[in-house]
């Protein structure tokens, strides 16, 4: 899963406040699964598919570019 792009630029990097569900934590595909702060709010961001999410790899308080593998999903 990818920072997704909630910014209207380009290369603008974006901050996760907290994740909503933990390694090894079932998900679903449009669950709220982690916040994200852009420059004017806070915004949930959905999960992209079912399954596990089985690693973050961003984790809260830190800021990355849009694009940037946030964690990984192991589809069921």
Not at 11 to 25: H, K, M, P, Q, S
Not at 39 to 61: F, M, P
Request: charged letters at 20%; glycine letters at 10%.
């Amino acid at each position: 899963m990818k920072m997704p792009d909630l910014a209207t630029n380009e290369g603008v990097e974006l901050g996760i406040t907290r994740w909503l569900a933990n390694v090894g934590d079932p998900v679903k595909r449009g669950q709220a699964l982690l916040e994200i702060e852009t420059d004017k709010a806070v915004q949930e961001v959905e999960c992209i598919a079912n399954g596990t999410l089985a690693t973050i790899h961003v984790q809260s308080g830190q800021k990355v570019p849009v694009g940037t593998v946030i964690a990984t999903i192991k589809v069921s």
